[in-house]
Structure formats: structure tokens, C-alpha cells
């Protein structure tokens, strides 16, 4: 129940003596002060979002959590939590709490006493405490383990107690650092499901840091995406699906990958097209409008095509398909075209059946991606 | 076939009777001195002074009584005194050892690793060397004859500060430390009442260790005490020693090396287990 804001705020790790001479090989800026795991991260965190910090490891997600939790000093910059400045707020006076990826439990307790103890420390009264906790472990339906041990509990029971353990006190904001990674797939689309409830019913603010972009799409309110310690794009899971701000959240977020293609955008007058060898497409008015205001000139491009928006058809580029996979209400084909790699997904159409090796694809004037071949950005949303 | 499997088992059988016979030999290399103690503390000193035998004689309790109640070697007094130092001993070794393991497993600050260097290079001095001037500093202070001047050094024991390391290491996520700071407890509540319990089974190992070596101990308590109410057991057993033996009622000498003996055996009894249980521990991540 509570706004986050984080203002240019910098994570750096001094660089220990030994990696500097090694010159031990990283993605991250190295500056003579460190190693720049968060650079210049800035949000607001609306009261009751569910923000969701997604990229590949070694990001800076887990990193950025952990500021927010306390658990790592900030460099530089700062952190609100409901207007109040945080940056030197021990962990335990930011009302704040976290599911952790291994769950943490206390081995030595119950699950009633792993709830209970932060309402203890707060010396609150036994039958408040008592009351508080049933009503978290109703929600989570892990009333019927309160007296054992997480030794006891299986992987999603343990999942549920560290959750129990979060929402128990009511905090202002709850940090999930990929709470579900460790859970088995069945169970993790479960879990997912009953996150969303969760979140409903405890109405607070979330921030969520995951590695999977199926769960940051399902899950976020807002999506924010990472590479390197800096912030690729902030936004609805829409926009960031629909209107990837360069080519590595292009390539990050859907699966399979979205397929890229050098090739050229031609502008005539406020008509915009896309020339891969001798294949034009027109692009879409919409496209051409934000292209224009933009006063994006011809020039070469990288252009990206998501996997469903290619066409098998009578024209189109000529592509080899390799192997085929069947995925049940579709089939993704392994193609190649001009010798890269192409994933396009037909779907299954029962019995029928079609010769699949040499195939024509196609893509419409709406669905294509146009970055810039030098920096990778969009085009359409500008720099 | 059946002729091979025939001479594998006889293979087997004899092997078996050696293997027990050795581990019965060595059994009894360790008891019989025990055994020995025993029957002789249940006999005269006329008994005695025949020779030795294997049958109890029936004057133990004469002799407890004796022993008990003697006026120039007041047991009862050292043994209170023994259990003052053991048990102060034992309580504060593995308290503060498994702080400062905590400590340093934990928390990261400049000169980390050389406050672990150091710690551990303490351990290569023998107490022999720095006991010079720990008891030149006791005397100068008038500390001698105090219980406490034994107890204190105890909380310095970089021996069970390694072992404690090790097991830290081996079974506390710092996860677990996160979350409770999370949780909103203090770092010393965090260590208290999650960590402590969570080192149980390494404190209560390390209780028992040295709980026996504070109580066997006799070199610094010889140096340190010489009124006769502070002596503990050590001290008393070795003043037999330099006693008039044609004087002395054996059987009362006897009693007084059960009795100093006596804790240990209670303890190593009824402990066994868990001792067993904390020397393995931590050599397979469970």
C-alpha cells in the first residue's frame, strides 16, 4: 500500500583486485569506481501495481530488488517508499517484505511460528498474531500444516509458507525475487494463477523479479525490461509486446524468438515500405503515421517478424525447413532462409496434410518491426 | 560353483572372527584401567596393599564416605569448583565462538579475511606460551584464586570458531539471514533466535568437548589457584601424588580418581550420540 520511486539510482560493486588484473570478461560497464551492476534506474512505482523486473541473469534485477529491500546499498541516487526517503533505512523499518527464490524458512519452526515471527518481533498481542496468521493462511489454504516443519512440506507448500510469511504483516510493498523458479513447470503455472489472485485480494504493491518473460507478460501490470544493468523498456505488457523499444526487447519477450531480417525502408512521401531482397511490403498507415513523425528517412534496417505473423503461402520468400516440431494446436517449423534461421508457427489443421520443406513465407504490412541497423531502436517510437 | 561359494563363505567366517576378535582387544585396552579404578576403589587399603584382583571388594561405600568427607582434600568443594569453571567454560567457548563465526561468515567488511588469518594463526600457539604472561597479568591484578579469571580466556577459542565456520557454512543460507532482517528483527535478535537454534547440534558437540577439556584442565588452575577452596579436581588428584603413600588409605585415593573422572563418563555416556552425530555432521550437505 504504497508508491516506490527510485530516482538514477546506481548500483556499483568495487572491482576486487584480482578480477582487474585478469581483466575478467564482463557485459557490465566497468568505471574506475567499479563494476555498474543498475545504472541510472528510474521508476514510479504506482500504489497496488504488480511491477515486473525481467531480463536475463546477471541484469541487475535481482540487484534493484535488493536495494529496495535494503539488503544492498544504493550507490547513488534514491529511493522513496511513499515519499519518504529510504537510502539509509535499515531493512526492518521499511515495513517491506520478500519471498525469496530458496524460500528461506526458519528450519527450526513451525510454519505457524516462520508466519508469526515478524508479528512477534513486533511484540504484538498472541491473539492478534493467532488471528493474523489463520486469516494469511486461509488465503493461502495451508492451514492444515501450521504445526510442521518445512522440512515437511513439499516445494509448493514451502512456496505458499514464504508468502504466508510476506503478506502476514501487511506490508507496504512485497518483493518477490523469482519466487517460482524453483517449482516444477505444472506447478508454476498454478502458482502463477493463484499469484493474480493473490495479488487482488491483498491489494498491494508488488515488484517481482523473474527471468521468464511468460510470467512477466501474465503477471505485470507494467513490465519492465533489463540487459547490463540499464532499463530497455518500461511498460504495459502490451506495448511491450506490441511495441518493442529495440530489438533486444524485440528478442527478449514472446517465444519463439522473434525472427530478424536485414533489409531496407524505403519512404515515399508519408508511405513507408520494407524491401528484403526483391519482397516489398507497404507497412500499415498506423506504422507509416508514428515512421513519419519520427522523419525517419530510407535507409537500411534490421526488421523483425514474429514467429505466428509469418505466412506459408503460394508467395512470398523461399525458405528450407529443417525440422519440425509439434507443439499440438500448432507445429513451429525450423527454416532456413538464405541460410539463417527462421521459426514460423502454422497451426494444426487435423488431418490434412501438406508437403512442409520447401515453403513460401509471408508477413503483413502491420506486423513488421522496423529497428535501426546501428543502435537497434525502433524506429516508429524514436529514441 | 557351489565349492567356490562354500570357500568364500569359510573365507568370510574367519575373517569376521579376526576383525572382532581385534575390536574386542582394543575394547578391552580401554576399559580394563576403568574397570581396574572401579574394583580397587571398592576395596581396603588392606586389600590393596596385596596385590590386584578382578573381584569387587565390598568397601565402596566406606570409601565414597571417606573420600568424601576428607578434611585436608575437600572433593565435594573441588568438584563444585570444577563444575563453576567446566560449565562457565563450555557456555562461553561456544556462545562467542559461534558469534564470531557468524560474524565473519556474514557480514563483509575490509579486512575480513585477515581478521579470519589471524584468528586461525592463534590456534597454532600453545596456551603453554601465552600463559606466561596471562598469569604474570592475573597475579599483577590480583586475579588469582578467582573462578571467573579461568572462565574468561574461553571466550577465545579459535578452535571451535573453525568448527563453527564450517558448520555455518555448510547449513546457513544467507537467505535465511535476509529474511529475518526483513522480517524486522535486530542483527543480535537474528542471531539469537534463528541462528543459535539452527547451530544446535555444533554448540551442544562443542559444549561437550569443552566442557571435559575445562574440566581436565590443570595447567593454568595450578598456576592460578593456591587457596585450598578455590582448588579444583586436577589439582587435588595431583596433590595425591605428592603425598605420603604408606600413610594414605588407598582405597580413599581410589574413590577420589572415580570421582574426578565421573562427569566425563556421564557425559561421554549419555552423549555419545550426538557427539558422533557432530563430528560427521557437515561432511555431507544434508
Known amino acids: ?383 | 560353483m557351489n565349492r567356490k561359494n562354500k570357500i568364500a563363505s569359510i573365507q568370510l567366517a574367519v575373517l569376521r572372527v579376526l576383525v572382532y576378535a581385534i575390536i574386542i582387544f582394543l575394547c578391552f585396552l580401554c576399559l580394563f584401567f576403568f574397570y581396574l579404578l572401579i574394583i580397587n576403589a571398592s576395596r581396603t587399603n588392606n586389600q590393596l596393599q596385596r596385590g590386584f584382583t578382578l573381584i569387587p571388594g565390598g568397601n565402596f561405600l566406606r570409601n565414597f564416605k571417606n573420600a568424601f568427607t576428607d578434611s585436608s582434600i575437600q572433593i565435594p568443594r573441588g568438584m563444585v569448583n570444577s563444575f563453576i569453571v567446566a560449565a562457565g567454560s563450555a557456555v562461553c567457548t561456544t556462545y562467542f565462538s559461534a558469534l564470531t563465526a557468524y560474524g565473519i561468515y556474514v557480514y563483509n567488511f575490509k579486512l575480513k579475511k585477515l581478521a579470519y588469518t589471524f584468528i586461525i594463526a592463534v590456534m597454532m600457539i600453545p596456551t603453554q606460551v601465552s600463559a606466561v604472561g596471562f598469569v604474570q597479568l592475573a597475579y599483577k591484578y590480583g586475579l588469582n584464586n578467582k573462578l571467573w579469571v579461568l572462565i574468561a580466556p574461553s571466550i577465545a577459542a579459535p578452535a571451535v570458531f573453525f568448527y563453527m565456520y564450517q558448520y555455518l557454512k555448510a547449513t546457513l543460507p544467507l537467505d535465511i539471514v535476509e529474511a529475518s532482517r526483513i522480517d524486522g528483527s535486530s542483527e543480535f535478535v537474528t542471531f539469537n533466535r534463528i541462528v543459535l537454534p539452527i547451530m544446535k547440534p555444533a554448540i551442544a558437540v562443542q559444549m561437550i568437548f569443552s566442557f571435559v577439556a575445562a574440566w581436565n584442565n590443570y595447567f593454568l588452575p595450578a598456576l592460578l589457584l593456591t587457596k585450598s577452596e578455590k582448588k579444583t579436581v586436577p589439582i587435588m588428584i595431583a596433590q595425591l601424588r605428592s603425598a605420603d603413600y604408606s600413610k594414605f588409605d588407598m582405597g580413599k585415593v581410589y574413590m577420589f580418581i572415580l570421582l574426578a573422572i565421573l562427569p566425563v563418563i556421564v557425559v561421554y555416556v549419555f552423549l555419545s550420540k550426538s557427539i558422533i552425530k557432530g563430528v560427521t555432521s557437515g561432511s555431507v550437505k544434508g
Open chain 1, 1 to 383: 500500500m504504497a508508491e516506490v520511486r527510485l530516482k538514477d539510482v546506481v548500483k556499483i560493486y568495487p572491482q576486487l583486485e584480482k578480477d582487474k588484473k585478469n581483466k575478467k570478461k564482463t557485459n557490465l560497464e566497468v568505471t574506475e569506481k567499479g563494476v555498474v551492476a543498475v545504472q541510472q534506474f528510474n521508476i514510479d512505482i504506482k500504489d497496488k501495481e504488480f511491477i515486473v523486473l525481467v531480463g536475463p541473469s546477471g541484469c541487475g534485477k535481482s540487484t534493484t530488488l535488493r536495494m529496495i529491500a535494503g539488503l544492498e546499498e544504493i550507490t547513488e541516487g534514491e529511493l522513496y517508499i511513499d515519499g519518504e526517503l529510504m537510502n539509509a533505512v535499515a531493512p526492518k523499518d521499511r515495513d517491506i517484505a520478500m519471498v525469496f527464490q530458496s524460500y528461506a524458512l526458519y528450519p527450526h519452526m513451525t510454519v505457524y511460528e516462520n508466519m508469526a515471527y515478524s508479528l512477534k518481533i513486533k511484540h504484538l498481542p498472541k491473539d492478534e498474531i493467532r488471528r493474523k496468521v489463520e486469516e494469511a493462511a486461509d488465503i493461502l489454504d495451508i492451514r492444515k500444516y501450521l504445526d510442521r516443519k518445512p522440512k515437511a512440506l513439499s516445494g509448493g507448500q514451502r512456496q505458499r509458507v514464504a508468502i504466508g510469511r510476506a503478506i502476514v504483516r501487511n506490508p507496504k510493498v512485497l518483493l518477490m525475487d523469482e519466487p517460482l523458479s524453483n517449482l516444477d513447470a505444472k506447478l508454476r503455472n498454478q502458482m502463477r494463477a493463484e499469484l493474480l489472485k493473490l495479488q487482488n485480494r491483498i491489494q498491494t504493491t508488488i515488484v517481482y523479479v523473474t527471468h521468464d518473460q511468460v510470467e512477466a507478460m501474465t503477471l505485470g501490470d507494467r513490465i519492465v525490461v533489463m540487459k547490463d544493468g540499464y532499463i530497455q523498456q518500461i511498460g504495459t505488457p502490451q506495448e511491450v509486446f506490441n511495441h518493442p523499444a529495440n530489438t533486444f526487447v524485440a528478442g527478449f519477450i514472446g517465444t519463439p524468438q522473434m525472427n530478424f531480417f536485414e533489409g531496407e525502408l524505403v519512404r515515399e512521401g508519408d508511405t513507408y515500405s520494407v524491401r528484403y531482397k526483391d519482397y516489398v511490403v507497404k507497412l500499415s498507415d498506423n506504422k507509416a503515421k508514428r515512421l513519419a513523425e519520427n522523419n525517419v528517412e530510407s535507409q537500411s534496417v534490421t526488421f523483425g517478424v514474429r514467429p505466428d505473423q509469418l505466412v506459408v503461402g503460394e508467395e512470398g520468400l523461399n525458405a528450407e525447413v529443417e525440422v519440425s516440431e509439434m507443439m499440438g494446436t500448432s507445429s513451429h517449423l525450423h527454416a532456413k532462409l538464405d541460410g539463417k534461421d527462421v521459426v514460423v508457427i502454422v497451426p494444426n489443421k487435423g488431418d490434412e496434410t501438406t508437403d512442409m520443406t520447401n515453403i513460401k513465407l509471408s508477413y503483413a504490412g502491420n506486423m513488421v518491426h522496423v529497428f535501426s541497423k546501428e543502435d537497434g531502436h525502433n524506429l516508429e517510437i524514436g529514441k
